[in-house]
């Protein structure tokens, strides 16, 4: 590894303190959202997030584009919302000069570092299809012209889970490729007595920017060429293989309560996932308990379970702990 990439890591842990200590002007708690966004962006992984309305999820998510110095944008998914309204359109121009008539680009919403995309499944499959080509290929593309996305780019979806009438829910490959999938749960009682007296407007005006775009994506990099040990990957290979019921060696009960397991880029994400949580940590080498504490947001939504367990009330979270416990 390089001086480089080592002084970036050996300051990226004050570099996280940072970052905690102005957004925690603006929200308070939800710590483990925090740090799971945290791996999230500079492991260059999307995520899909559920909770109920009301709990901050866009405050939160343009707070920290604004303490990250990046730009923002919300895109309010409906049922009319089409593919252009997302990426862009041709509109006809004409030029001053010569009166001649051109066909002129004009970008949309995607063209952000961080893109909030608002309940993402009440939207058509054709419109989720076009944020999630740009996810994947940080390319957008329109008429005969191919535009890149700037970089860092970060896609926080958010689904409702109480209403579902009249959604459109995301198809188990497109779920595939959000990195995470992450829960917003209520805040504790003195937690909420705090956010009742905390005037956001006024804390936010008081944030100050940590980072750049450019050191964003240098984090990235130098978090990349952090060396994994063979038996963290044997690890986080083995525990994506246990979520498949067509493995012979599964578990009986993955067998049972499970349909469909996860793919090889769960395998992925787990070790650089696993890779950024401990240079956050402050360590220059993750261990199998890294793999351990994102495996569940890395893993829970990319396993499809059976009646059997919808019958017996059981969830993917649920399976992805008894999987852990019995190669613990």
């Not at 919302?81 to 997302?86: C, H, R, Y």
Request: hydrophobic share 40%; with cysteine.
């Amino acid at each position: 590894m390089s001086e480089n990439n080592l002084e970036i890591l050996e300051n990226i842990t004050d570099v996280k303190r940072k970052i905690l200590s102005e957004i925690n002007k603006v929200i308070i708690g939800q710590e483990k959202i925090l740090d799971q966004f945290l791996i999230a962006l500079f492991s260059n992984g999307h995520c899909l997030l559920e909770g109920v309305p009301g709990l901050a999820k866009t405050l939160l998510i343009s707070s920290m584009a604004q303490v990250l110095n990046m730009k923002f944008n919300r895109i309010q998914f409906t049922p009319d919302l089409m593919p252009s309204d997302i990426t862009g359109t041709d509109i006809l121009a004409e030029d001053k000069t010569d009166g001649k008539r051109y066909f002129e680009y004009i970008k949309g919403p995607i063209f952000a570092n961080i893109v909030l995309a608002d309940e993402i499944n009440r939207t058509p499959p054709k419109t989720q299809a076009a944020l999630l080509q740009a996810m994947q290929e940080y390319q957008v593309t329109a008429g005969n012209s191919t535009y890149d996305l700037d970089m860092p780019f970060l896609v926080l979806a958010t689904q409702n889970p109480i209403e579902q009438e009249g959604t459109y829910p995301l198809p188990e490959a497109q779920l595939d490729r959000f990195m995470f999938y992450m829960n917003i749960d209520y805040p504790s009682y003195e937690e909420e007595k705090q956010i009742v007296l905390l005037n956001s407007d006024t804390a936010r005006s008081e944030i100050k920017s940590i980072l750049s775009a450019v050191e964003i994506v240098n984090i990235q990099k130098a978090i990349q060429k952090i060396p994994v040990s063979d038996h963290v990957v044997d690890f986080a290979v083995k525990l994506v293989r246990s979520t498949r019921p067509q493995q012979p060696d599964a578990p009986d009960f993955v067998k049972k309560w499970v349909n469909w397991g996860a793919g090889p880029r769960a395998s992925q994400y787990l070790v650089y996932a696993a890779r950024t949580r401990a240079a956050l940590d402050g360590r220059l080498t993750p261990s199998e308990e890294d793999v351990k504490q994102i495996a569940e947001i890395v893993l829970q939504h990319r396993i499809i379970v059976s009646f059997a367990a919808e019958a017996e009330g059981l969830t993917s979270r649920e399976i992805v702990e008894k999987i852990i416990a019995i190669l613990s």
